[in-house]
């Protein structure tokens, strides 16, 4: 139906590692059951730590919002995966490279998997619905992007604006080896893929959507293809309904059957569905990074600093596509992601659809445990994946994969002493790490200025453009690990950099608490001054108050002593003229 | 050799009058050295140097009056700075002034025992306590640079320095280097 | 479960050094063979002679170092310096003359500046630098091919001139180079073609030389395919070179030689491919490259031409192994999204 024949452009750099994405694609997705106890830590996204809205002791329903968006700035929600008591929210290992503990809620599930009225209503005729309808939406379900950067999607989609986006690009190229949730998702739920895409597509006021998968994957391009079709022909018949039936899956869990009760939704057909292509792009990693699919598929290299939709693009990973889709069309906030296990220290790699909070250990259980190969636990895949301490983590939106494999299959280069055959041997410029880069970086002289810690250095050799995808490691003769003095000088210059601004923020604090006490000391004089003069003005004006008190006291002693004197002459006056009147008688 | 002389003399004078354009011309307006040494201290403003605060030390730098070797929160990354930026031969650190800590500090007031006299608020360089008169005090980690001023005036010695508690916020991945030799995990002391 | 997290940069699955330099040796096989066939013995005992000294010297330079001496001597980073070495070496050379030089390779110009990968200058180029400067006369001595004398020294009359048991009877043995003889004929007035008229010159060079160069061409070109070197070095040194010389060459080719002599002569091809191209030494970036690989096809020619010495290739590499920081710096690559090109591309 598509009559666009879609041009490729060659990526620069890359590597082929060995994929071993088969280990895990044998077995349709599997719903877990549900574990007896939750962990969900807050922060799961880029942005600020929700607000709780939950206490202890509380018992949650499915679905229940469990944290809003901060108040502060973005973020995401985090909501109950099933039914539970909240038993406690606490500080716990988190799934970090750090082996740090965050703030988590511990839900213990009552085994009911009870909705209550906790779902959000359907929004089936979303081509209905005004942009804000459904950005509140993709807020209030806490959709983040799936594809490991866990970017609040609501925030992406909002700051990209409607009608800026020109081109979608839908990236499901998944690049990086033994992860295939995506393909899995891609093969199994296409059609809700796709309508999550017409979502996307309405909200963006898109004109047209690409859709990058590799080409190792060539079920997940004919599933896809074969959606657009039937969706397509629907749109095209005018008034075709067609049923999106995402819980085809009758496993055991009760996620399934509910989502199965609830999403026999009836999706209206496609309209843009000629207007979305699934193009099938080169293996090759990391072909799956953002701004390399989409230079693969549209020739455009985003600059640094350069914002997509500024360009006429956005790229969304196909898991954020269905998780729109399931909060849209069906409601049902994301709670749950497709999860890849795999590696040979696992007995049956297959994909779970798990519930956020799940533990590892659960879902290695339901994967039919461990064999006696299980030696390292990564989440996400060996390139750029973080090592684990322990399998009672739990799952969170950015887990696409845990990986549990051996040493030596992994090809580790993790600097055993006692391994003389992966030595780090000293750099000899041989430039290979250069050749692996797609971001045409000089990964070996950025090597050099972080090992002698001249951070200036590394930044003028744009480190901040560095993706981390770990080719450069890949395939360095000498077994430095590069990206780890990468992360380590980003970090590093983070810290100095928040340091720099404590430091400012500290002499401006100190100026102004000198000039305060400046302030106050000279408030203070003035204060005294004025008192003083006051109580000077006050004295000078008591002693010209005593000086008139003392004339009239004096007056007024000597009209008394007048009057007396008067009195005393009256009284002689009269005695004698007592006398004289006496004498006369 | 007359002639020599004028030549010379002209020659002096030219140069002279050369070298004094360019004073002028060229001259570099204010006194940037404080400045410059201002950014380079770590503005905990604790007063270990002797002098009150940061800058009132990085004009005594400028002047001359004391050695680059005064600060301990800085450490020898402060020293070799200034020695860099004055041209100077890095000196260790006086011992006298304090010892340096690799782990920055805050303080936190243990608020049961605090009896809100307000001293502390007093003694902070960078207004980092708050709190009024009987009331508990508190320590806005923040903005705290751990300068230990509030230590001495505190009647009942409520207050602790404990080291900056670690998030995945402030978290540096560690040095390749060090991988294997150093555990990862850094206990925080409660 | 607990699971160990010290993991650094995960994946790393890529030929190490040591694979890189086991496929330089083996790019050599087919000019040792070429060499073995025309100069005979010699060119073996020099070849293992020098993998002997390097390796004892560079155990040594590894001990006192404090280094861990196995692992570094697995890399077998001096074997390749020691064969590179062997190979500019004129066969049947005084034993000495190999540790001498491989003693400036290994232990001044490399370890001394902080073992592999910290070395500025070629080590191989370096230690012939040191001889031809140091011992001319021996440095020059090139005993004819075996195609042109018809005379195959047996291997203990070869290893008794090696260890000067034998006096060899030089003047009988030694034939001059071709570049050599092209540049006294010159002198002297011949004109070039005459010179290369020469029952002993191929359609290239010397015979021999030509085939030699021939076979260090097919191992380059492997080199190449197999990504142990990038095409930017070679091609930039050979295209620089055969530059210079097309252009004497138009001026007036009977006092300059034809720029196809130039590339089969001597130690072009080894320079261009094994030399030129150590990583260590050479410039990284690919811009960089091709300025460094053409400056030394230019100096190449220039000190072939107007210098003094038997060949030029030592000094022209190590002339711009002394220019690559610069050249780096300047030609740093602009990265993703710096292209100026954030526009939509042709459809």
């Not at chain 3, 064969?83 to 001394?112: D, M, R, Y």
Request: proline fraction near 6%.
């Amino acid at each position: 139906m598509n009559t666009l024949i879609q041009k490729l452009w060659k990526m620069r750099g890359g590597v082929h590692p060995a994929f071993h994405k088969d280990d895990s694609t044998r077995q349709p997705i599997q719903h877990t059951a549900i574990p007896p106890q939750l962990i969900i830590p807050l922060q799961q996204h880029v942005g600020h730590l929700p607000d709780l809205k939950v206490a202890i002791g509380d018992t949650v329903e499915k679905g229940q919002m469990l944290a809003s968006v901060s108040a502060v700035g973005i973020g995401a929600a985090i909501h109950a995966p099933t039914s539970g008591v909240i038993t406690s929210i606490e500080e716990r290992t988190i799934p970090h490279p750090s082996g740090l503990a965050g703030s988590c809620i511990v839900l213990d599930s009552d085994g009911k998997d009870d909705w209550g009225n906790q779902r959000l209503a359907p929004l089936a005729d979303y081509r209905e619905c005004a942009a804000d309808e459904l950005l509140q939406r993709i807020e209030q379900a806490g959709v983040v992007g799936l594809g490991g950067a866990v970017f609040p999607s609501e925030v992406k989609l909002a700051s990209a604006g409607e009608g800026n986006v020109e081109t979608l690009i839908i990236n499901g190229a998944e690049c990086e080896p033994y992860i295939s949730c995506d393909d899995m998702l891609m093969r199994e739920r296409a059609e809700e893929v796709i309508v999550g895409i017409d979502i996307l597509m309405h909200l963006l006021k898109a004109k047209r959507c690409l859709i990058g998968v590799e080409d190792n994957k060539p079920e997940a391009i004919a599933a896809l293809n074969s959606a657009l079709e039937t969706l397509g022909a629907a749109g095209n018949a005018g008034h075709g309904q067609i049923e999106a039936d995402q819980g085809s899956n009758t496993q055991l869990s009760g996620d399934s059957s509910d989502s199965a009760s609830l999403a026999i939704q009836t999706v209206s057909p496609i309209a843009s569905a000629p207007r979305i292509e699934v193009v099938a792009v080169p293996t090759m990693y990391p072909s799956g990074d953002a701004k390399q699919l989409t230079r693969i598929l549209t020739g455009i290299e985003i600059p640094k600093g350069v914002r997509s939709p500024s360009l006429g693009l956005l790229c969304h990973n196909v898991g954020t596509a269905y998780s729109i889709y399931e909060a849209v069309v069906a409601g049902k906030p994301l709670i749950s992601r497709i999860t890849t296990v795999t590696g040979n220290g696992i007995q049956s790699p297959q994909n779970f659809e798990a519930l956020i909070g799940t533990p590892f250990s659960f879902l290695v259980e339901q994967a039919g445990g461990y064999t006696d190969k299980a030696e390292r636990l990564i989440m996400g895949g060996p390139m750029m994946g973080i090592a684990l301490p322990s399998d009672g983590l739990p799952v969170v939106k950015a887990c696409n994969c845990i990986l549990i494999s051996s040493r030596d299959e992994l090809r580790l280069n993790d600097h055993d002493p006692a391994d003389d055959e992966r030595l780090v041997m000293p750099c000899i410029r041989c430039g290979k790490c250069m050749q692996a880069c797609p971001v045409k970086l000089l990964p070996q002289q950025m090597y050099w200025h972080a090992r002698a810690r001249d951070f200036e250095k590394v930044a003028e050799h744009n480190l901040s453009d560095c993706i981390e995808c770990g080719a450069c490691s890949y395939v360095c003769p000498s077994h430095i690990p590069l990206v780890d003095y990468f992360r380590f000088a980003k970090t590093e210059m983070k810290a100095q950099q928040q340091a720099a601004i404590k430091s400012s923020q500290s002499r401006e604090r100190h100026e102004f608490h000198e000039f305060r006490k400046a302030r106050e000391k000279a408030e203070r004089e003035e204060k005294r001054r004025k008192q003083k003069e006051a109580l000077q003005k006050k004295k000078a004006a008591a002693a010209d108050g005593k000086a008139g008190e003392g004339d009239s006291k004096q007056d007024a002693i000597k009209a008394a002593m007048e009057r007396a004197k008067a009195k005393k002459a009256a009284l002689k006056a009269a005695a004698k003229n007592k006398q004289d009147n006496s004498d006369a008688v | 050799m007359l002639m020599a002389i004028l030549v010379m003399v002209g020659l002096a004078a030219f140069f002279g009058a050369l070298l004094g354009y360019a004073a002028i011309k060229f001259k570099v307006e204010g006194d940037p050295i404080t400045d410059q040494i201002d950014q380079l201290l770590p503005q905990t403003q604790c007063g270990q140097c002797s002098y009150p605060g940061c800058r009132p030390y990085a004009e005594a730098i400028a002047k001359g009056e004391i050695g680059i070797n005064h600060c301990p929160p800085g450490g020898d990354s402060t020293i070799q700075a200034l020695a860099d930026l004055l041209d100077v031969e890095p000196l260790p650190l006086d011992e006298e002034a304090g010892e340096h800590s690799d782990v920055p500090l805050v303080a936190i007031i243990r608020e049961e025992t605090c009896i809100g006299c307000t001293l502390c608020i007093q003694a902070c360089p960078v207004d980092a306590i708050v709190g009024a008169a009987k009331l508990m005090h508190t320590v806005i980690a923040d903005e705290c640079t751990g300068c230990e001023l509030c230590l001495p005036p505190c009647p009942v010695d409520c207050i602790d320095m404990i080291p900056v508690p670690q998030s995945t916020d402030n978290w540096v991945w560690p040095e390749p280097a060090t991988l294997g030799k150093i555990p990862i995990k850094i206990e925080v002391k409660a | 479960m607990q699971f160990d997290t010290r993991i650094t940069s995960l994946v790393n699955d890529a030929p190490d050094i040591s694979q890189l330099m086991k496929q330089v040796l083996y790019a050599l096989i087919p000019a040792v063979a070429t060499l073995l066939y025309f100069y005979g013995w010699g060119v073996l005992i020099n070849l293992v002679l020098a993998v002997v000294f390097a390796l004892a010297l560079e155990g040594i330079a590894l001990w006192v170092r404090g280094k861990p001496v196995k692992p570094f001597l697995k890399d077998f980073s001096a074997i390749v310096t020691a064969c590179l070495f062997a190979l500019t070496l004129p066969p049947l050379i005084s034993w000495w003359l190999i540790l001498v030089g491989l003693f400036f390779a290994i232990i001044v110009a490399k370890h001394l500046y902080g073992g592999i990968g910290y070395n500025p200058f070629n080590p191989a180029m370096i230690a012939y630098a040191v001889l031809i400067v140091s011992f001319p006369l021996q440095m020059s001595q090139w005993p004819g091919a075996y195609s042109v004398t018809g005379e195959w020294l047996s291997l203990s009359d070869s290893l008794s001139i090696v260890f000067g048991q034998m006096d060899a009877d030089w003047d009988a043995i030694t034939r001059a180079t071709p570049l050599d003889e092209v540049r006294t004929g010159l002198i002297t007035g011949q004109s070039y073609q005459d010179i290369v008229a020469g029952d002993h010159f191929g359609w290239l060079s010397g015979v021999a030389w030509q085939w030699t160069s021939l076979a260090y061409l097919l191992g380059g070109l492997y080199l190449i395919k197999a990504r142990v070197i990038s095409w930017q070095i070679p091609v930039s040194v050979l295209a620089g070179l055969a530059g210079v010389a097309a252009l004497m060459w138009l001026v007036d080719s009977s006092i300059y030689a034809s720029p196809l002599f130039h590339l089969f002569s001597g130690a072009t091809m080894l320079g261009a491919f094994f030399i030129a191209t150590d990583p260590v030494s050479a410039s990284t970036t690919p811009f960089g490259q091709l300025v460094y690989g053409a400056s030394i096809g230019f100096f190449i020619y220039v000190i072939r031409t107007w210098g003094v010495y038997p060949d030029s290739v030592a000094f022209a590499v190590l002339i711009m192994n002394m220019a690559v920081p610069m050249i780096d710096y300047y030609t740093q690559p602009k990265v993703f999204g710096d292209s100026g090109r954030a526009v939509h591309g042709k459809r």
